[in-house]
């Protein structure tokens, strides 16, 4: 029974370890939502471009921080050599020696007491100072640096935004050619097989004396050419879905395959929600140059900002060591004080002039720039409309093409059969066949990926 009962479970541990190897190497099945979703929580340049937001949305909050008093401590100690005195040294022995000189004794020690009261002993000073500061009037400026830390900020999620598109349609592009390359795989196999039956039967034409040699070695030919393209599919194959491997954050050797590789190539792809009419204003490239136009503007702003007076409010409280507000004591004293600084600029040379014009200049480039960006993205969202129809027509050509093809080789085939229709007619059939359903699948993703073209040029992408 012990000998039964550890064999049990040793299968036991054997059927566990081979059942999750057999597991593990079982290819993931994605999805292309699941791949965007993948890509977008794996991607470094999309975690870059949130740290950019990060970045712009504090120097935001730092610069709101300008309306506000700023109070800062300040201390200070110093020994020094000598200590700074009130008299000479002359009148020091003059007063000290007062009662000698007037013959009244009295007087001297009256002179000394007076040049011990006003000695300072300033070789160790040390003083403290608390300081508020707010601005009152600024010219502007600081309205102008917050406007600017908001757009900036905007901008960055524009970066962002137009990173994440970029990245969206890497994926798809990616999924969609291996998509059509899966489909065209299976059509490898399926021609290797249409040429394979043919060889079968040619060879047992050539025993009959129904077909010649040259024939046959023409067939083998296109079996020859039908398992070397299986070979270069299969490494597209493979290179693809590293690819996919490495923009979704996976292992470039991790088993994967895709939910849509048995699709149905003769379907015609459903058009977008944003259709053919939507707007492309909300592009993330035309979002970003119209916000930085209105930083030039506030750059301008800054400028002229320079002509006018700034008036700071002031207060705080100082203190001293020696203190000097009763005599020169050993006391630790100070005072509180409020004032207003105003600065007013008045001659620069026309430095302030200078920088409104360049800041002008910049502002009017940067229009050109809008309205040159504005062209080009007008002229790709024409031309993505305009490869959607192409594509369109092309895959409704290609799925008629198609059923003709099939109609040829299954005539050829029986031509063939009967005796009536030579074996080169029978090849030329299904060259034509394999034609017409490369041109198929090739057409059914390109329509895919041409609405894919579409979305991002029209900044729908979501």
Known sequence: ???????????????????????SASPRVLTLDSCRILAVENNKELRKADMEIQTARYNRKSARTGYLP??????????????????????????????????????TAAGEGLVDALRTDTRNMGGAAIMLTQPLYMGGKIRAYNNITRYAE?????????????????????????????ARKKLAESYLNLVKTLDGDIEQMIAAGLSTKADGLSVKVKVNEADVAIIQVNNGIEILKMRMCQL?????????????????????PAEPETGLSSSWENRPELSALGTSLRIYDEKEKIARAEFLPNVVLTGGYFASYPSVFN???????????????????????????????????????????????????????????RRVVEAREKHAAAVSSQVSADEN???????LKEGVIPVSNVLEAQTAWLSAKTTLITSGIDLRLAYVYLRKSLGTIK
């Open 327 to 385: 005599s020169f004591e050993k006391k630790f004293k100070g005072t509180w004080n409020i004032g207003v600084a105003v600065n007013i600029p008045l001659v620069t040379w026309g430095d302030r002039g200078y920088k409104v014009k360049a800041a002008r200049a910049e502002a009017a480039a940067a229009r050109f720039e809008l309205d040159e960006t504005r062209e080009k993205i007008g002229l790709q969202v024409s031309q993505s409309r």
């Open 154 to 182: 905007k901008i960055a999620t524009d970066r962002h935004n137009l990173k994440y598109q970029e990245l969206v349609v890497a994926v798809d592009e990616t999924y969609w050619n291996i998509v059509a390359l899966t």
């Open 248 to 268: 979704c954050g996976l292992e470039l050797d991790s088993p994967i395959a895709l939910a849509d590789e048995n699709y149905d190539e003769t379907e015609c």
């Open 70 to 107: 700023k109070v800062s401590a300040t201390g200070i100690y110093m020994r020094t050599g000598k200590e700074l005195s009130l008299l000479s040294d002359e009148q020091k022995a003059t007063l000290s020696g007062l009662g000698d000189a007037l013959s009244m004794p009295a007087l």
């Open 409 to 415: 080789l299954r005539y050829a085939t029986l031509g």
């Open 1 to 23: 029974m012990i000998r039964k009962k550890n064999r049990f479970i040793l299968m036991s541990v054997l059927l566990m370890i081979f059942g999750n190897s057999a597991l």
